[in-house]
């Protein structure tokens, strides 16, 4: 069974199906008689009950705004979820490059360091065996000098002592010569004697 609402009065009037009306619709078609009171005027914010309920069932359903906010929600929180997880990616793949950088850098200048104190030691050997080997050659000349020295000091000590024997033999041949002179004075002076 239908109940219906009729009104005569203007739509910001509204009237409730209830109670004792004068008019009256629908007395030919044999539905029931209807009559319409006229009520107080309503807020401008009033909805009626029909309406309400007609929301009521709108919300009820799976495409309402709170559905469609906390589906809303829940996306915006995955793609929140899955762009901090890709920024946190990328800061640790960075850090992790960084690191993987940081250390070949680190293993490419102890290769380095290491070849260089290589070639430093071959380097620093070369240069003991080139000293060592100047050493040997002065120590070579030097004891060649001092047996020059020493030769030279022999034949030095060889003429002193031939010059001496040389000053020995002039001062006796000064000696015979003074001894010749006074012979020859004396046999001069008894020539001389003689003569007279």
Known sequence: MR???????TPTDPELPF???ASTTGSSSGEPEV?????????????????????????????TPAALNVKRSIDRQRKEQRAVTSILSGVGLGLLL????CATLSAF????LWKQIQQQSVTVA?????????????????AELASGLESAG????????SLEQLKSQASRHDKDLGTLRQRLSMLEGDSSERRR
Not at 154 to 161: C, F, G, P, T, Y
């Open 3 to 9: 109940d219906t609402i009729s009104s005569s009065s």
């Open 19 to 21: 109670g004792n009306g």
């Open 35 to 63: 009559f319409v009171i006229k009520g107080p005027p309503r807020p401008s914010n009033y909805t009626s009950p029909l309406e309400s309920a007609q929301e009521e069932k709108k919300d009820m359903n799976g495409s």
């Open 98 to 101: 960084i690191i993987v950088g």
């Open 109 to 112: 200048g102890g290769y380095v």
């Open 126 to 142: 070369q240069m003991e065996q080139k000293i060592n080997k100047d050493l040997a050659e002065l120590q070579a000349r030097d």
């Open 154 to 161: 022999a034949q030095l000590a060889k003429q002193l002592s």
